[in-house]
């Protein structure tokens, strides 16, 4: 085997091993794609955090909103009652 040949060779085995690199790369640059796509769907825990404040807030403010409602209503029950006991001449059978 002559010089030039041995030289072929060599390189031919450079090709080779530069493909089987680059083939490497294309699979570890999909994968790598693949993981950042997935930690994007991923909520991290300040996103969480603000999720649960969202609700939380909103639950609190439903409640004031429900407890203002019941009040309102018990008073125009209270009303009711009372102009219905005045004009019917009755008392009421809680009060000594």
């Known amino acids: 085997m002559n010089e030039t040949q041995q030289i072929l060779n060599i390189l031919e085995k450079l090709v080779t091993g530069q493909n089987r690199i680059e083939e490497v790369q294309k699979n ?34 439903d409640i004031l909103n429900l407890g203002a409602k019941q009040t309102r209503k018990d008073h125009q029950q209270d009303n009711r009652i009372k102009n219905l006991e005045e004009h019917t001449s009755t ?3 809680t009060k000594n």
Not at 35 to 61: C, F, G, P, R
Request: hydrophobic share 30%; aromatic share 0%.
């Open 91 to 93: 008392t009421d059978p």
């Open 28 to 61: 570890h640059s999909r994968e790598l794609s693949h993981i950042k796509t997935t930690l994007k769907t991923v909520a991290t825990k300040e996103d969480i955090e603000i999720a649960v404040n969202t609700a939380k807030s909103e639950i609190q403010a």
